[in-house]
């Protein structure tokens, strides 16, 4: 089943479209940045996330008048949050994608239907390059210091305690941590489905927050034996706490497996595995070294992340250096492609950068290709759909009970500007400097979602 699809809202009908929100000189300017957005994706993400992860869409032509109709539709429903957005009602182009809350060929055979959960998970390593000057870099994550400078500049009322660290360390305590952060405080970073509708997500209204209660009373029927076996002073509790297993299973799962069947782990961080910032207990942390399945899909958005190894302060010098070079020789902007295309010639270019500066322009545009490559990964969403299945369906998650069948999609791989470095310089040190300052005057306890009690229960998967 497909619908329209317009940024954050669902259309039931025939097909699946996003549009562009970008305005340009002429249709056949926005026909060229939709193709190349499409290019990146197949070209370039695709061969790094794994084919079965990423669906590029295709471009379609529609007519003005269903667009800008669709445009005022949108526009009403728009959440607060989002109303400096603007649809391009001009060209005519969009981009036609499957409807990933759905799972594809599944037909209701069962009368629930699919869940899915959309999680941003955002940088999951700590810096490592040589080229940082601040040291707090290399002890808290981007994330847990961007919730000061956001806190503070009004576009969250509240601190997520969730980090980023946690979910891409391959620990099911750690993971179990992170998720649990993310239903609490779900800012942008989760979002979920039922049947294709929102049922939850951050509230429009920053001051309110999302009920946990409801979201409970709608997966009840996904989880019907934890309403009584165990905890049954407390079966809302235990309905969250399978669920955030199968969550944790689907973002583990990778099919990847050695001679004894466990599946092959990659330890991809070079940096020290956990935030400061983010409080687990010592023992825990010590408790193993993790990694993540090699297919994993966090194993492939953190492999694709950490293609930034010389971090902001190491690429701005170099995007400099490809300024100054193109002041020179404007016309070799082409066949730099710092615009594009982007075909297998830059994906070459991105995946054969050497690794010592020899002092060229080809090098410090091989990293700033790899930089922007690795902040689509950053700045990506991860959807896992998954449905009650009957017992001899494949892609079954490997839970005792109940059986769930599941799709895993990596969405919003959009090419970031280069034009936008300059930008990232300045808001890193931005961000550093709100962290330091509200690390001198600790933020008041209020700004924390005040903490539930939630016991972790592991089940053997
Ligand atoms: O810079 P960040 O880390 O704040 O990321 C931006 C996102 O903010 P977030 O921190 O996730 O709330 C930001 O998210 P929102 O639109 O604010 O939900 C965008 O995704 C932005 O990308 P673009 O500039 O629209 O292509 C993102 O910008 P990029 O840095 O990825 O270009
Ligand atoms: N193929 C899809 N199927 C179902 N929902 C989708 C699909 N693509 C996107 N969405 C939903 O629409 C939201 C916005 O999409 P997306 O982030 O790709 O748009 P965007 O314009 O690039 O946004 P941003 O400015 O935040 O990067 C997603 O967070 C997701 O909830």
Redesign the pocket.
Known sequence: QCCWFVRDMTFPDQCQLIFLRFSYQTAEQAFRHILNMVDYSKYVMKPLLGEKYVHSGEVVKLPLNFVRQLSLKVQQERPELRCDKVMDTFSGCGLCLPNLTQLPLYHLRDHRPPICVEI?P?CGFLPFSRHITKECKRKVC?FCM?QHY?ATNG?WKRLSRYCPLNLFSGSKQRMYVALKNLLEEP??NLKIFKGGELIFSCKDDAKQQPELNDLIQHLRPYFPHSNGIYNSQQPGKAVLNEFIQVICSALLSGGDSNRSGEPRKVHLSESRPHCEASPFPRDLLRNGNHGLPKDSVLAKVLQVQMLDNLDIEGIYPLYKRVEQYLEEFPKERNRLQIDGPYNESFMDTVKNCPTEDDGSVEYAVGKVHQYRVA?TA??CSIMITFAPCEEDEEHQLNLEKPRFTYSISILDL?P?PYE?IPH?YK?DTKIVNYYLRSMQAPPPSSLYKERQECTLLFHAV
Do not use: A
Request: aromatic content about 0%; overall charge positive.
């Open positions: 941003k955002k981007r961007h956001k576009k800012q942008n902040m950053k700045d959009d970031k936008g990232q808001l």
